[in-house]
Nanobody
């Protein structure tokens, strides 16, 4: 059983910064892509950023240049650095990881964190 535990987040003023992390625990034979998604009030869930096991990244246009995703493979942890935050960034942010749970699994499956609320005040 794989668990993704998110830490950080909270309330921040517009223009401020936050750094959050998501650690995978349990049976993690190999973790492929990790990433962040968010869902703003009344909006659809959207991709924020993803990072491959090799370190390649992709960002949503709305956060590009302001957010940075990184990972520590030794700790099975992905990070999200958010700078120049805007009220429009207010959302529940979800950690995602594609995890191969065992050598015998042969493929990875998506796991999700419970989500953390980031509120950006104007």
């Amino acid at each position: 059983q794989v668990q993704l535990v998110e830490s950080g987040g909270g309330l921040v003023q517009a223009g401020g910064s936050l750094r959050v992390s998501c650690a995978a625990s349990g049976s993690c034979f190999r973790i492929n892509t990790m990433g962040w998604y968010r869902q703003a009030p009344g909006k659809q869930r959207e991709l924020v950023a993803v990072i491959t096991s090799g370190g390649s990244t992709n960002y949503a246009l709305s956060v590009k240049g302001r957010f940075t995703i990184s990972r520590d493979n030794a700790k099975n942890t992905v990070y999200r650095q958010m700078n120049s935050l805007k009220p429009e960034d207010t959302a529940v942010y979800y950690c995602n990881a594609e995890v191969v749970v065992a050598a015998t699994a042969g493929y990875g499956m998506d796991y999700w964190g419970k989500g953390t609320l980031v509120t950006v005040s104007s």
